[in-house]
């Protein structure tokens, strides 16, 4: 499964976030939406958020761990 993680760069809940992920082996791509005015508009204040390519569903920020897992799993 694929999984994108929406956020900006030097954003400290997003760095939190990217790691979290990556501790629990799920590998996410870092997708920055400064640049994009389209995802700035739907994720500026939700940031970080998880997306599940598959299906479209996503995961907002606060989570854990065992919420990323139950996410992915």
Known sequence: ???LLY???HCHLCEEAQA???GCGIAATHVDIANDD???ERYGV???VLFRT???AE???PFDAERVR???G
Do not use: E, N
Request: charged residues 10%.
């Open 1 to 3: 499964m694929s999984y």
């Open 7 to 9: 956020g900006t760069t």
């Open 20 to 22: 979290l992920v990556a």
């Open 38 to 40: 389209a995802l700035l």
């Open 46 to 48: 939700r940031i970080p």
């Open 54 to 56: 598959a299906d479209g």
């Open 59 to 61: 995961l907002g920020w």
């Open 70 to 72: 139950r996410f992915c």
